[in-house]
């Protein structure tokens, strides 16, 4: 049983996830139209490679940021990843730890502001947001951390998947799955996580083995050279923040698409390619680390294949 917590408590975060992006997707199109913000739809079907021309809005509506097409998403998803991994290999982690924590507790702040700004009146939201931003970052412990990377995750969800079609989100996540395959194939996502858990900005939640260590802090050895320990040995385990943040994009994106019952649909079916990924680190790969994205990515693609043709 103690084997299977880590999975349960994984499990529970992605259905919490999964419950407050149902809950902001459905105050979204209201918040929009309430302050007149225009958003060109996009057929369900297609699958937008490269930005087109935008229909002009309706009179004194404000249109929104044209994000919707696989091209430009992929080009900065690969930069960032680049930069970050030059960075970390040239730079010291020690020069780069203020800097990367500011940017995390900047990110944290956004997160929270964009979902508590659907809510409560924006002077509410910007001291509820900066106070949970500014916590974390002076007391990063670890059921903050993961809170605030729930909250970030989903309102990347929610957002985006508001601008691109479902398509074009499965195919986002069709084609980061096979780089997260092959980044813990050849060693790369591990040295990459060893470096930014040195840091203390870990982008992932931090799944701790005991009830109690929910309160520790992401300073403490346990975090910091996790990647170091023997797997049967650790008290903390890693789910990367896409696990968790990607199938909530494509949840969005199927609720403003097809409706609230397609994307609960689809919502199951990314939990069971989650609950997948934990069935194979467990029986064949015995607590190595296990690419978590492809399984749930290919339970996704049968969900919203049967969705879109049924």
Do not use: C
Request: glycine letters at 6%; a positive charge; charged letters at 10%.
């Amino acid at each position: 049983m103690k084997r299977l917590g880590p999975a349960l408590w994984a499990v529970a975060v992605f259905v919490v996830a999964q419950m407050i992006t149902f809950g902001v997707v459905s105050r979204e199109n209201q918040f929009l139209e309430a302050n007149h913000i225009y958003i060109a739809p996009q057929p369900p079907g297609d699958i937008q490679i490269w930005p087109t021309p935008l229909p002009p809005p309706p009179a004194g509506e404000t249109p929104a940021p044209a994000v919707g097409s696989l091209g430009p998403i992929l080009i900065y998803f690969a930069a960032v990843i680049v930069v970050l991994g030059i960075a970390l290999f040239l730079v010291p982690i020690s020069a780069l730890k203020t800097l990367l924590r500011v940017i995390f507790a900047f990110l944290f702040t956004w997160g929270i502001f964009i979902i508590t700004i659907f809510w409560l009146p924006l002077a509410a939201t910007i001291v509820i947001s900066v106070a949970i931003g500014a916590a974390w970052f002076l007391l990063p412990r670890v059921w903050l951390h993961n809170l605030a990377m729930v909250l970030v995750m989903v309102s990347l969800g929610a957002v985006f998947g508001r601008l691109i079609s479902p398509w074009t989100a499965m195919v986002l996540m069709a084609v980061l799955a096979i780089y997260d395959f092959l980044a813990v194939r050849f060693g790369y996502m591990m040295w990459m996580t060893k470096r930014l858990s040195q840091s203390v900005t870990l982008p992932a939640f931090v799944i701790p083995k005991q009830v109690s260590e929910w309160n520790s802090s992401l300073k403490e050895p346990a975090v910091t050279e996790l990647v170091d320990e023997d797997p049967i040995e650790r008290k903390y385990s890693i789910l990367g923040g896409g696990d968790i943040g990607f199938p909530l994009l494509l949840t969005a994106s199927v609720f403003f698409a097809y409706g609230f019952g397609s994307a609960i649909f689809v919502a199951a079916a990314s939990l069971v390619g989650l609950l997948g990924a934990y069935w194979i680190q467990a029986v064949f790969l015995k607590g190595k680390a296990m690419p978590a994205l492809p399984p749930i990515a290919v339970a996704s693609l049968v969900a919203l294949t049967i969705v879109r043709f049924a």
